[in-house]
């Protein structure tokens, strides 16, 4: 079975800093998908990237970016130019991309990390 | 609709009470699935659905949780004689196709929030 681990309970930021959040994962798959999403006070969890593991790449959207290490097994979330509304509970996910097995798409996810952004 | 939609929002009844919370997913999503997530915790997966059957229920903790998706889309979870570790945030979320595919973006709903006295 896949395991996610999230390291930081919370973290906190000066608004327009650098942040980065820690994930790493457990699997003996190597074909996958990575996930952040991010869930503000109104529990709605909001996709903020994703990155496929066959992809050397790292996935990139706006002000987020992911450092992906494939052999180490680690998936960090990098936050840059801080600001008020990136404040919430970021979790990190994963996903198999085999369609047979069990896992059926679902996601499997870390603790979570709540970020705290100060004006 | 035009996102997933779960009521109610807010649910507060007395152990021992059964419940139900319901999931309508996004229109045409075929793959439809069920979390709880208890205070300060990550999500724990409870059941998934393709159409109408359910392929995977190896997350319910305990058969006092069931779950039925009628018509290849609304869901219903329904929790029997609640207990106040039944407490938590249940959400579910609905994908246009399961694993293996390229896309396997997850949308959320808002969650229904069910605290047991």
């Known amino acids: 079975a896949q395991t996610v681990t999230q390291s930081q309970p919370e973290m906190s930021v000066q608004e327009a800093e650098t942040v980065t959040l820690s994930c790493t994962y457990d699997t003996s798959e190597s074909d996958y998908y990575l996930f952040w999403y991010k869930q503000p006070p109104s529990r709605q969890m909001i996709l903020v990237i994703r990155?496929?593991?066959?992809?050397?790449q790292n996935a990139t959207e706006n002000r987020f970016s992911v450092n992906f290490q494939k052999a180490a097994k680690s998936f960090s979330l990098k936050i840059s130019d801080s600001q008020l509304g990136d404040a919430a509970m970021y979790f990190c996910a994963y996903r198999s991309a085999y369609a047979g097995g069990t896992s059926y798409g679902k996601l499997t996810f870390g603790q979570g990390t709540i970020l705290t952004v100060h004006p | 609709g035009a996102g997933v939609s779960q009521s109610p929002s807010n649910k507060v009844t007395e152990k021992g009470k059964d419940v139900e919370l319901r999931c309508d997913p996004i229109?045409?999503?075929?793959?439809l699935y069920w979390y709880r997530q208890s205070l300060g915790q990550g999500l724990e997966f409870l059941i998934y659905?393709?159409?109408?059957?359910?392929?995977?229920k190896s997350g319910l903790p305990s058969d006092r949780f069931s779950a039925e998706r009628t018509g290849g889309s609304v869901s219903t979870l329904t929790i029997q004689r609640t207990q106040q570790e039944d407490s938590a945030v249940y959400l579910c979320a609905s994908s246009l196709v399961s694993a293996g595919t390229s896309n396997g973006e997850l949308f959320f709903g808002e969650g229904s929030r069910l605290t047991v006295l």
């Open positions: 659905f393709q159409g109408n059957s359910a392929p995977d």
């Open positions: 990155q496929e593991a066959y992809k050397q």
């Open positions: 229109s045409g999503h075929t793959a």
